[in-house]
């Protein structure tokens, strides 16, 4: 990125930061920190604090496990199945109703069953998981694979490719792109759908963590876990741009259109 570009980025931070410093000046003059609010320098203190005894490491790698774990298997599946569907018009055409009934459904809806089902802890939380990273990899890949030129298929054909070198040499690079916008939209839910669980029935991770300080009356230790938990998809957002960036080059500025 060029200087002016640089200097373009961090323009960006010119609004938070005056915000940071507006809060801090309030607080200071004012008074205004109780049971719902807190100062940047409260926050920032209980940032350290989580940070040095070792609570803000832990539920971070819980959040982080099981948005990870749910995220390979939900979209792991989304990507097996979307290739079959996109590439078999028939299987297509037979699972159409069923991926519009099931696909509505809120993930967390399903955490009475899962808990039924798992009990507490990670299996339940990675099976929602799953579940909420399933669909938008099942539903662009298969847009993807099935927008995929005819005419590279027929060429594959006609040298003698088998349908598994055909999906492997010439559907999945043409698709891949594409796939890939997938799985970041897929690894974004993820990280949403393992707090929302966190906070709403699962005793882990940084969702918990978030509400247990709420409960105790320490917002600037809640505020801290919620800004560090921006802080984190921020990160991963990034790591998935670079990524793509660095897999495909131009090719990863391609849109789904809606």
Known sequence: M?????????????????????????????????????????????????????????ATLQTLATSLAGLAIGAGLGLLIGILLGLVRTADRLMEFSIEAFRPIPAVALIPIALLIFGFGFRMEIAIVAFAAFWPVLILTRTAVSGVEPRLIQVARALGFGAFARVWKIVLPAALPRIFVAFRLAAGIALIVAVTVEIAANPLGLGYNMMLAQQTLRPELMLALLVWLGGVGWA?????????????GPAALVRIDP
């Open 236 to 248: 991963l957002n990034h790591a998935m741009l670079w990524s793509q960036s660095r897999l495909f």
């Open 2 to 58: 060029s200087g002016a570009g640089r200097r373009i980025g961090w323009r960006g931070l010119v609004i938070p930061v005056g915000f940071v410093v507006i809060a801090e000046l309030a607080a200071r003059l004012t008074g205004w920190e109780s049971s719902m609010l807190a100062s940047p320098s409260a926050i920032v203190l209980a940032f350290f604090s989580a940070l040095t005894d070792g609570t803000l490491a832990v």
